[in-house]
């Protein structure tokens, strides 16, 4: 019989671990309208603190009827907690997020792209605060964005203290 | 700044995680789109004040409408220096952009038509990058000075350059003390 693991698991450590940080994906989805501008934000709740690591996303790259595979999408990341902005300006998401591209029609242009690698993001959304992101869009046709925060989510009462400010 | 204190009378407990959001780093992303019009294009960056920052990548895009009228094409060789605000580089000398990002395959994205005008930016991700890794003070001045577009001779020389480019300077800032301006 093989020795498979060094250690016996302690499955009562573990749970008390987990019980207070353990690792979470916050989804934000959003459809900006054409020609305009839109917030989109999720919630980070009352659970606790969400530390994030790392960052991935997709978005359509659609105008009227053909995917050219233009970037008509930029956005500015913003902690809702205190209105912080962690972009000083609207930024392409082709340029900070993979995999990027998703193709929306089947017809017409390239592949979608798949992902190469997250985008690091290290940073602490406290509890009770949305993380928002402010996308403008400048083509002609209502498009989508995807974007996934992995992260650790650190929970609030009788395990976090300080997050009343 | 997260830690992790034991909690007084619980001997090897999980204690209270303390949070000091004034004391926390956070990420920062600088961007700028450049419209080429010379040779050699300086772009600053004001840091904040109170707070150190620290570049982590560089990520670097630029359109297809270096395409002559006649469907020739031409790489742009464009190069990139870090500055600090009194010049001093942050290097020995200027690097290759695609040295340090490849946004597309060649670092260039191809536009099929020639009708440079209406060539647009494609939403190519960028693939890998280099670390950075330079720390610049607060009051500093975040100098990036791009040069290497060579201007050949054509019909209309313009059309050899990179019409604009996106940059994109990924780091950190970091409180230079606890009272920060945010807070």
Known sequence: ?165 | MISTAQRPGKAGSAGPVTVDFSRESFPYLFYRRINVLRGTEYITFALDYGFNYLVKRIAVKWDGQNIFPVGAYLSPDVLAELLRYSCIAGQNVPFALPLVTSPASSGVSFIPSAVVATSPMQAVPRKAHKAVNLLYAFKDVLYIRLSGMNVVSSVNPELNHPSYIDLLVEGRYFPETSESLWI
């Open chain 1, 1 to 165: 019989m093989s020795k498979i693991l060094l250690n016996r698991i302690d499955a009562a450590k573990m749970f008390q671990v987990q019980n207070l940080q353990y690792s979470e994906i916050l989804y934000l989805s959003d459809t900006v309208p054409l020609a305009s501008g839109k917030m989109g934000r999720v919630s980070v709740s009352n659970l606790g603190h969400f530390y994030c690591l790392y960052v991935t996303g997709s978005f359509d790259t659609q105008f009227g009827a053909v995917d050219d595979g233009t970037d008509y999408l930029r956005g500015k990341l913003i902690d809702g907690s205190n209105q912080k902005q962690l972009f000083n300006d609207y930024v392409p998401l082709s340029l900070w997020l993979t995999p990027g591209r998703k193709k929306s029609l089947v017809a017409s242009g390239a592949q979608s792209n798949s992902l190469f690698y997250p985008i690091p993001f290290e940073y602490l959304f406290s509890a009770n605060s949305d993380i928002i992101l402010d996308v403008k869009n400048d083509s002609d046709t209502a498009l989508t964005y995807r974007i996934a925060f992995f992260g650790v989510r650190v929970k609030s009462r009788e395990s976090v203290s300080g997050i009343s400010r």
